[in-house]
């Protein structure tokens, strides 16, 4: 076994898809709920998020996702829903808010601006932590946070186009501007301790602020501790032992498991590499991993938020940190071509999308071995 070799390590996913019937309009998923395991309701209701186990290898997680959005769209065949692998829902369309304790602190929290969060739907990537190297792990993770660009896909927010990444801008710098060290990425840690004492503070500033607003002290508590309060895009989570990266927009599931199986592979190369971090430029070669100075990862990810991956910046980095740029086609760039799209062509685009997703399924290898 080589110096650089490595042992694989466990990663799970989790997506949140629209739901809209047949004729492209936002549902509730109704029967859709529970049809697998790992197939739940989001916070708000036209959304459906499908959960997978840990699993060892590409091969399983692959085979697992397919298998429960398979028993999905079965499902939803019957009742006349499609699941839409947009990050936003484009247009004006209401989004409602389901009926929770938590979701109405978080209002209370945010304020109005937490209507933004309402229009997002994401990808979560959990890598299994690897004993001494989570800290290694995470500040890697952050660094390949612009990586979120090979998946935008939805550039519009109200039919009015809003950047390449529209929902990370949403998340970011909209519905979190007045609570940057809330939802917006956080810098390299260096050690467990000093993360531990950056999510207290974060509780500490989150408590302060529900009080504030009247909201009674065990409710608070009831709903959330120093882990669950923070929205930062990259954490460290004891409570599943994995680094999560939460950055990616909801996308078809074959691109959503590409980027999975990326980085998760750059993390399992920490084994046998020294971490530095230094410069501007960032590299992954067969000896180090290089991570930019944290200012610099801002920079990148400012464009990969704003431009996608017509930034020329944001692919030569991304390539620098060993990630295939060729191998994504964002679906934004190729429907971000109007400044303003209406209802009838954002539920057109819906139903395009939906029929994508099924296609991707019935494609996917585990149904043509079948």
Same mark, same amino acid.
């Given at each position: 076994m080589s110096a650089n070799a490595f042992t694989p390590l466990r990663r799970s996913i989790e997506v949140e898809y629209w739901v809209v019937d047949d004729d492209g309009r936002l549902v509730e998923p109704g029967p859709l709920v529970g049809a697998s395991p790992g197939v739940e309701r989001e916070f708000v209701e036209p959304m459906l998020e499908v959960k997978t186990t840990p699993c060892e290898t590409t091969a399983e997680l692959r085979a697992e996702l397919y298998d429960r959005l398979r028993a999905v769209l079965d499902r939803a065949e019957d009742c006349g829903r499609r699941l839409v692998p947009l990050s936003t829902p484009i247009d004006t369309e209401a989004v409602a808010e389901l009926d929770s304790e938590r979701t109405a602190i978080q209002n209370d929290v945010v304020g109005p601006a937490f209507q933004y969060v309402r229009h997002c739907a994401g990808t979560h990537i959990h890598v299994e932590q690897q004993d001494g190297r989570a800290i290694d792990q995470l500040n890697t993770l952050i660094a390949l946070d612009p990586a979120l660009a090979l998946v935008n896909s939805s550039p519009y927010f109200r039919g009015r186009y809003l950047a390449a990444g529209a929902r990370s801008k949403l998340y970011r710098w909209m519905a979190y501007d007045d609570l940057p060290h809330q939802g917006r990425l956080w810098p390299y840690v260096d050690d467990r301790e000093e993360w531990d004492r950056r999510l207290e503070r974060r509780f500490e500033e989150f408590v302060t602020r529900a009080e504030s607003a009247g909201i009674d002290h065990r409710a608070i508590h009831a709903h959330f501790d120093p882990e669950s309060a923070v929205w930062t895009p990259v954490q460290l989570r004891e409570a599943f032992g994995t680094v999560e990266w939460r950055s990616p927009d909801t996308a078809l599931p074959s691109q959503v498991l590409q980027l999975? +199986? +990326?980085?998760?592979?750059?993390?399992?190369?920490?084994?046998?590499?020294?971490?530095?971090?230094?410069?501007?430029?960032?590299?992954?070669?067969? +000896?180090?991993?290089?991570?930019?100075?944290?200012?610099?990862?801002?920079?990148?990810?400012?464009?990969?938020?704003?431009?996608?991956?017509?930034?020329?910046?944001?692919?030569?980095?991304?390539?620098?940190?060993?990630?295939?740029?060729? =191998?994504?086609?964002?679906?934004?760039?190729?429907?971000?071509?109007?400044?303003?799209?209406?209802?009838?062509?954002?539920?057109?685009?819906?139903?395009?999308? =939906?029929?994508?997703?099924?296609d991707d399924i019935r494609q996917s290898p585990s149904v043509r071995a079948e």
């Open positions: 999975a +199986d +990326d980085v998760a592979g750059a993390v399992e190369t920490l084994a046998g590499r020294e971490v530095r971090i230094e410069g501007s430029t960032g590299e992954i070669t067969d +000896d180090t991993v290089v991570l930019p100075e944290f200012d610099s990862v801002v920079g990148y990810l400012n464009a990969a938020i704003r431009d996608g991956l017509s930034a020329a910046s944001v692919r030569s980095y991304l390539d620098r940190m060993g990630l295939d740029v060729a =191998a994504y086609d964002p679906p934004t760039h190729d429907i971000g071509d109007q400044n303003v799209l209406d209802g009838a062509g954002a539920r057109r685009l819906r139903l395009a999308y =939906a029929d994508r997703l099924a």
